[in-house]
């Protein structure tokens, strides 16, 4: 079980909402993530200050991209503010197994057990008990720590899943978004927090 490490590697910013819709509409007109890639730093895309800063959020922008289908970045495109942040927090899932386990452990878990806030002792706690099969966790600093919090409780916050006062706010799947994620795996639907047999025959 702690054979397979969490890379913990999100601490790069939060869910890149904007910073993510420029690349997959860049995407979509070369065909290449590579290209993207060379297009990005060549012409400061993201309007970054400086060259690290810019090559770091795109390589952390498109390893996310690069988990969703081509048919989920379609619908990333054309969907709703709402729908993309959702679909946005599904990428970060895929891409962070930490996150992932969280989302379904905690946040998920918290909000059908009828418990409505999430704060910082629920990821710690979480946290700790990780650490006693992932020895990567056991190793890292306070500070790094204390960001990998502040960046995941952002990514609630910019998902919606979280409202300022740390109260949980259901997730609001479309018809549509709740298809395209039933189409792939089903038990990412655990990502959010929603009652599962509200769900069904919706999609």
């Known amino acids: 079980m702690g054979s397979d490490r969490y890379s913990l590697s999100f601490t790069t910013g ?3 909402h904007r910073e993510s819709l420029e690349l997959v509409k860049l995407y ?4 290449d993530w590579n290209a993207v890639r060379t297009s990005v730093i060549a012409n400061n895309v993201l309007q ?6 810019l090559k770091r959020i795109c390589r952390e922008v498109i390893s996310r991209l690069r988990t969703l289908s081509p048919v989920e ?3 990333l495109v054309d ?4 729908e993309q942040v959702y679909l946005l927090w599904l ?5 962070y197994r930490f996150i992932a386990d969280f989302a379904i452990e905690v946040l998920h ?16 706690a979480f946290f700790n008990r990780k650490a006693e099969w992932h020895l990567e966790l056991d190793k890292i600093t306070p500070a790094t720590r204390s960001k990998l919090r502040q960046v995941l409780f952002k990514m609630l916050r910019e998902a919606d899943f979280l409202t300022a006062n740390n109260t949980i706010h259901a997730a609001m799947l479309s018809p549509k978004l709740l298809e395209l994620i039933h189409q792939g795996n089903r038990r990412e639907i655990l990502h959010f927090p929603v009652f599962e047999s509200e769900l069904k025959g919706m999609a």
């Open 48 to 53: 970054t200050r400086t060259v690290s800063t």
């Open 28 to 31: 979509f007109d070369l065909g």
């Open 79 to 82: 969907g709703s503010r709402q």
């Open 14 to 16: 939060s869910l890149f």
């Open 73 to 75: 970045l379609k619908f």
């Open 91 to 95: 990428a970060v899932c895929r891409q």
């Open 109 to 124: 878990e918290r909000y059908i057990s009828m418990k409505g806030d999430l704060n910082f002792d629920d990821f710690d």
